[in-house]
């Protein structure tokens, strides 16, 4: 007796959601190194940030209007979902329960340091784009706050590894080749939607981010005109 039909690659992510998470990827491991090296590698520790916060905003609205498996509806599931899933009676092409549930906390931490860092400072030659905003008391809290999710992050990107090694190792399923051709094997029928026009609205969402977070649109402080010089006489 047969068991259905074979499996067959199926479209599960689609291209936008694929360079997101190589971009965001690639802009965490920056930020992460230029704060590790200090001195004059904060600015690009904050470009990395604005890079970030702008993958972010892109994301939470592709999780609305991309394709079927980016789509947040899809994957954020109940605690009896999870529980369904540790029976191993869950089936699915996208983001498993426990998946869903590391892709949450990590948006969600990173949209943390991302939306804190253009008001933070460094107490020696950093600070925010944003800086001016708060005053220096505000800003201090408000780096506080930053570094206390930058250990969280870490220990984020150090789990979500492990789970990639363990599905490899034990469960002999890479979840990487997905994440590059946007296929892999399944039953089910492939990922829709996330055209075009989806696609623009989610980056002009994510340009008007970076630009409201760079603080280019703050006004330039005014320079006091030199002082002359009196003639004696």
């Known amino acids: 007796m047969s068991d259905g039909p074979a499996a067959a690659p199926v479209r599960v992510w689609d291209l936008p959601l694929r360079i997101f998470h190589w971009a965001l990827a690639l802009c965490v491991f920056g930020a992460i190194a ?17 890079a970030v916060l702008g993958l972010l905003v892109f994301r939470l609205a592709w999780g609305f209007i991309g394709s079927t498996h980016a789509r947040f509806a899809d ?28 892709v949450l906390a990590m948006l969600g931490t990173l949209l943390m340091l ?32 930053h570094h206390f999710f930058e250990p969280v992050i870490l220990l984020l990107v150090a789990l979500h590894l492990a789970a990639i090694a363990y599905y490899v190792l034990h469960r002999k399923e890479t979840l990487i080749r997905p994440m590059i051709t946007g296929r ?4 089910g029928p492939s990922a829709t939607g996330g055209g075009t026009a989806a696609f623009l609205v989610a980056l002009a969402l994510a340009l008007a981010a970076v630009y409201a977070a760079s603080g280019a649109w ?12 009196t003639p004696a006489f």
């Open 34 to 50: 230029c704060a590790k090296i200090g001195g004059n590698a904060m600015p690009w520790h904050g470009r990395f940030g604005l």
């Open 218 to 229: 703050l006004a330039e402080p005014v320079t006091p005109p030199a002082a002359g010089t």
């Open 184 to 187: 892999r094997q399944g039953r």
């Open 114 to 145: 991302a939306a804190t860092g253009p008001f933070a400072n460094d107490d020696i030659a950093f600070e925010g784009p944003l800086y001016a905003l708060v005053g220096k008391a505000l800003s201090d809290r408000i780096s506080s706050v």
């Open 75 to 102: 994957f954020v599931r109940g605690p009896a979902t999870i529980r369904a899933y540790l029976r191993g009676e869950w089936q699915g092409e996208g983001h498993n329960p426990l998946g869903a549930l590391s």
